[in-house]
């Protein structure tokens, strides 16, 4: 089954930059610091206020970072957005979700939180979910001088960090500690087979080979096992059951695109109020690279629509 064509506006717009490589151990130092040095280049407003809280880790493993987006003027109890960066596991910061903060936190009235997860391939599962449930835990701790209401917080994520974001959900549930108000799972990562047809496409963004080499440093050992916990690859939960309202959405030219639409039809099926949107023609990442096309414009409005609900609900 051949892939389907691109968006032909979001297709002009890769035409003009260079084709993305292939990911794999050698090139992923030189990755890693591009992507900090062009994040540092960004102007970010002063609507917002950032501040980073070094905060315990896991039982036993360092500290880690979190950082929370407050909007200037805010008053009383907001909701959070905790949210976990992208990067196929093995690469991205924090610092990724300061525009996306300066935009949702102002005009939806909401605290975001950002978590510096550890990186694959140098900490494997589970070293970077429980980092994110820390994480959690922390801001679950800290409401009250946070300024956040605790019986709104959910969780976000896109790439990777929509696949930890699932499998967070899941955890909490597990564990049954601490209460998550929603799910937003942008073209998540979750399945580490790689057997649909979409996992096999040639696509523009996140080829097959780069996301091997994603699976392969999360998962270390375990790779190529049976031995793959659903908390490791959310697709391979049977029971999504009693778990938060979620919204996930993917683009038709996205390798992740089968796993996804699977991931929430059994999300409905199992009784979890789920949305999806699938973008025709829409490659990985469009909705961040190409946010000024027709396309990244109108997932940002379904997104921002489905928050504006989701905030409003309790735990």
Not at 42 to 61: A, F, M, N, Q
Not at 257 to 282: F, I, K, M, N, S
């Amino acid at each position: 089954m051949p892939a389907p064509s691109i968006d032909a506006e979001i297709g002009q717009l890769l035409s003009a930059v260079p084709a993305f490589a292939t990911l794999n151990a050698d090139i992923l130092p030189k990755l890693r610091n591009d992507r900090r040095l062009l994040l540092a280049q960004i102007e970010l407003s002063d609507d917002v206020d950032r501040v980073d809280h070094t905060i315990p880790g896991p039982p036993g493993d360092p500290d880690i970072i979190v950082r929370v987006h407050t909007p200037k003027g805010l008053t009383g109890p907001a909701p959070c957005i905790y949210s976990i960066h992208g990067g196929g596991y093995v690469l991205g910061s924090r610092e990724m979700d300061d525009i996306r903060f300066d935009v949702l936190s102002t005009r939806l009235g909401a605290i975001g939180v950002s978590v510096e997860y550890r990186l694959a391939p140098e900490t494997p599962y589970p070293g970077p979910l429980e980092d994110c449930y820390a994480g959690l835990q922390w801001v679950h701790r800290h409401a009250e001088e946070l300024r956040i209401d605790r019986a709104r917080i959910g969780i976000s994520g896109a790439s990777a960090g929509g696949g930890l974001a699932a499998a967070l959900a899941l955890l909490a549930r597990d564990r049954g500690e601490l209460p998550v108000s929603f799910q937003l799972l942008a073209y998540p990562m979750i399945d580490d087979r790689q057997t649909t047809p979409s996992s096999g496409w040639d696509v523009p963004i996140w080829n097959p080979g780069s996301n091997t080499f994603g699976w392969q440093a999360y998962l270390g050992d375990r790779y190529g096992s049976a031995d793959i916990p659903y908390t490791a690859a959310p697709a391979r939960a049977t029971d999504l059951s009693g778990l938060p309202p979620a919204l996930v959405f993917v683009g038709t030219l996205d390798g992740f695109c089968d796993e996804d639409v699977d991931y929430a039809t059994r999300l409905w099926q199992a009784g979890v109020p789920t949305e999806l949107h699938v973008y025709p023609g829409a490659p990985h990442g469009f909705d961040a690279f190409a946010d000024g096309s027709e396309l990244a414009r109108r997932c940002h409005r379904h997104v921002q629509e489905w928050l504006t609900t989701a905030l409003t609900l309790t735990t």
